[in-house]
């Protein structure tokens, strides 16, 4: 989604489609909830700023991140445009950081592969809680932002 010399922070308004008539579901991953609820709030606010009406924002809670594959995949036999799963891994002391990361990052290329609407991945994957604060409203922006003009940018595609 982003890279050092490549933050979708700074993106090019023009070649962002009017979000009037799009549905867009956001699954939210209730681990490390703070950090999740923040990429929502910055994805919900980019999509409105971009004028998507807050009623065809919908909101689908997971318990953890290793949900958001199935929680992307019902919602993409729904009516959406798109779909932005949203949650935040940190690395502990046993190897479920690998376990999760690998099955999500696959689960939701697979879900691009076969499915009909785009699933846009805003799931951090950090070493420590001070990296994913600054990725989610810090010094390294708020990659929820960066998720909202990703998934616009597909629409149509
Ligand atoms: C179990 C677990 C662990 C250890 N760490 C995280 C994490 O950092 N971030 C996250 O989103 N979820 C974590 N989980 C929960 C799993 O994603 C999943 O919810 C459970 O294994 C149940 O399937």
Same mark, same amino acid.
């Given at each position: 989604?982003?890279?050092?010399?490549?933050?979708?922070?700074?993106?090019?308004?023009?070649?962002?489609?009017?979000?009037?008539?799009?549905?867009?579901?956001?699954?939210?991953?209730?681990?490390?909830?703070?950090?999740?609820?923040?990429?929502?709030?910055?994805?919900?606010?980019?999509?409105?700023?971009?004028?998507?009406?807050?009623?065809?924002?919908?909101?689908?809670?997971?318990?953890?991140? $290793?949900?958001?594959?199935?929680?992307?995949?019902?919602?993409?036999?729904?009516? $959406?445009?798109?779909?932005?799963?949203?949650?935040?891994?940190?690395?502990?002391e046993t190897r479920h950081?690998? $376990?999760?990361?690998?099955?999500?990052?696959?689960?939701?290329?697979?879900?691009?592969l076969n499915g009909k609407?785009?699933?846009?991945?805003?799931?951090?994957?950090?070493?420590?809680?001070?990296?994913?604060?600054?990725?989610?409203?810090?010094?390294?922006?708020?990659?929820?932002?960066?998720?909202?003009?990703?998934?616009?940018?597909?629409?149509?595609?």
């Amino acid at each position: 989604m982003v890279t050092a010399d490549n933050s979708l922070s700074q993106y090019d308004q023009s070649k962002i489609f009017n979000g009037k008539n799009f549905r867009i579901a956001l699954i939210v991953s209730e681990w490390n909830r703070d950090i999740t609820e923040a990429l929502f709030q910055g994805a919900k606010t980019t999509l409105i700023n971009h004028n998507v009406s807050p009623e065809n924002i919908v909101r689908i809670d997971v318990p953890g991140s $290793f949900e958001l594959i199935y929680g992307a995949s019902t919602a993409q036999q729904m009516d $959406f445009d798109a779909i932005i799963a949203i949650g935040c891994i940190i690395q502990g002391e046993t190897r479920h950081f690998e $376990f999760i990361s690998n099955a999500v990052a696959h689960g939701i290329k697979d879900l691009n592969l076969n499915g009909k609407s785009p699933v846009v991945f805003c799931v951090l994957t950090d070493d420590t809680i001070v990296q994913s604060k600054a990725r989610s409203g810090g010094d390294k922006g708020n990659k929820g932002i960066e998720a909202a003009i990703t998934a616009m940018r597909m629409i149509g595609m």
